[in-house]
């Protein structure tokens, strides 16, 4: 393990010299009364993967810090989402602080009012620690947190940036270099393919709705934009089009069989048992991938940017954040929760572990958590992915539909269907459910 490495020791004591680090990594300087809630219980709802894993290693030091007592469930993703609508939907959930994807429930739960404000504590001195400051967060972080009035109604926990991983063992054997442009990373992933060896150039999600997340990839780096300025849906353009030729020919070209039903889980066992030369999906991977019980690719991993469409060069951005329930009857010891899972020291510690990058700017720019993460290529292509990230989904409250529907087209084209044909009926069937959603 490295030195580097944040240890219990470090975020449980300290010096005023030395920094004066308490029981959460938090600057022991602040006025803010921990034990004010203490005896509180709190309910948590989160969805399966390293955010819920960190928080549920370390809660033992906020409720020695607080007394306040934690008791939290991870959930895997999708059924998450479902128990979070149905119980806030009925004004009476069963949790306090809710674990929430931005990229699929932010304009939901705005719309619905079902996440407390949290403006009024980020700004009590009482409440809130002096490093805690919306400026520290990512403008997309920002983006996805606030509500068109400004207000902070969650705070943004772990950004995913969708980075390109690469077989540097593969690309040696057959003399290819590393892609900078979608065009250049099409004939590489031919010219890496191999079916004979049981080698393919490409893999990536091919599943309908998952597919969705690295497609936009390939839409936005070909200029693409999901809504005009009247807010209407834009994916049967030329541009769409485009993307998905692209995203066809790597598919059914270049892609390992029965691509059309993979998801990330899928896609990171073709690549981590040394099948697949390229995949692109999210950054959060690394440390499977650098798994020596898990994986047959250690120390071959590449890391790097999504290549550059004609367009444009840009990573395709998603996020998680963590709220307080409106209904929730314990919404200042909630607030206290929140603020610790996205504290300097947590966030440097899911950073370090590769499950995720937080969306504070102080913790990915601090040089001494820098240097506890393991693989620095790794880290070197989600600093540059966050100089390049763009939304990689509409805010609009039917994200669901339109990740089924335009998903769907997309997969129908892996088995031969016409890009143009299936995306003008993907969007003759969307426009009228999202204009249905903004009339309601």
């Not at 989600?382 to 997969?411: H, M, N, Q, W, Y």
Request: include cysteine.
């Amino acid at each position: 393990m490295s030195h580097h490495l944040i240890s219990r020791r470090q975020m449980l004591a300290g010096t005023a010299a030395a920094g004066a680090v308490a029981l959460s990594g938090f600057p022991a300087r602040a006025e803010v009364n921990w034990k004010k809630y203490s005896g509180t219980t709190l309910e948590v709802i989160l969805a399966k993967g390293p955010r819920g894993d960190n928080l549920q290693k370390y809660i033992k030091e906020f409720t020695e810090l607080t007394g306040i007592k934690v008791e939290s469930e991870q959930i895997p993703e999708q059924q998450q989402r479902q128990k979070c609508v149905i119980e806030l939907s009925s004004g009476k959930p069963s949790f306090d602080v809710v674990h929430l994807s931005y990229h699929v429930q932010k304009r939901q739960f705005e719309k619905a009012g079902w996440l407390a404000d949290m403006s009024g504590y980020l700004k009590d001195p009482s409440m809130t620690l002096p490093d805690l400051v919306e400026s520290d967060f990512s403008a997309a972080g920002l983006q996805y947190a606030r509500n068109d009035k400004g207000q902070m109604l969650s705070l943004p926990w772990s950004v995913d940036y969708f980075i390109l991983y690469y077989n540097k063992e593969l690309f040696q054997k057959k003399g290819v270099e590393v892609p900078k442009t979608l065009d250049e990373m099409a004939v590489a992933a031919e010219k890496l393919t191999d079916p004979k060896d049981g080698i393919y150039g490409f893999v990536g999600r091919g599943l309908r709705n998952a597919n969705m997340a690295m497609w936009t990839n390939f839409y936005l780096n070909y200029g693409g934009e999901f809504l005009d300025a009247k807010g209407n849906i834009l994916t049967d353009g030329p541009e769409a089009v485009e993307a998905t030729k692209l995203y066809q020919r790597l598919l059914t070209k270049c892609a390992p069989p029965g691509v059309a039903g993979f998801n990330w889980m899928e896609s990171m066992a073709s690549f981590t048992q040394g099948r697949s030369a390229m995949w692109i999906d999210a950054d959060g991977w690394a440390p499977p991938l650098e798994d020596p019980s898990a994986s047959r690719v250690v120390g071959k991993v590449g890391y790097t940017l999504v290549p550059a469409g004609p367009k444009g060069k840009f990573s395709s951005t998603y996020g998680d954040g963590i709220g307080i329930a409106a209904a929730s009857k314990n919404k200042e010891a909630a607030y206290l929760l929140c603020q610790w899972v996205v504290s300097k020291g947590q966030g440097g510690r899911l950073l370090q572990a590769g499950g995720g990058v937080p969306f504070r700017n102080s913790v990915v720019d601090d040089a001494e958590i820098r240097k506890g993460v393991k693989t620095q290529e790794w880290l070197q292509s989600v600093v540059d992915s966050a100089k390049i990230s763009k939304l990689g989904l509409p805010v609009i409250i039917p994200v669901a539909e339109f990740r089924d529907i335009v998903g769907a087209a997309l997969t129908a084209t892996l088995s031969g269907a016409d890009p143009a044909t299936e995306l003008k009926k993907a969007h003759e069937q969307f426009r009228p459910i999202l204009e249905r959603s903004e009339k309601a």
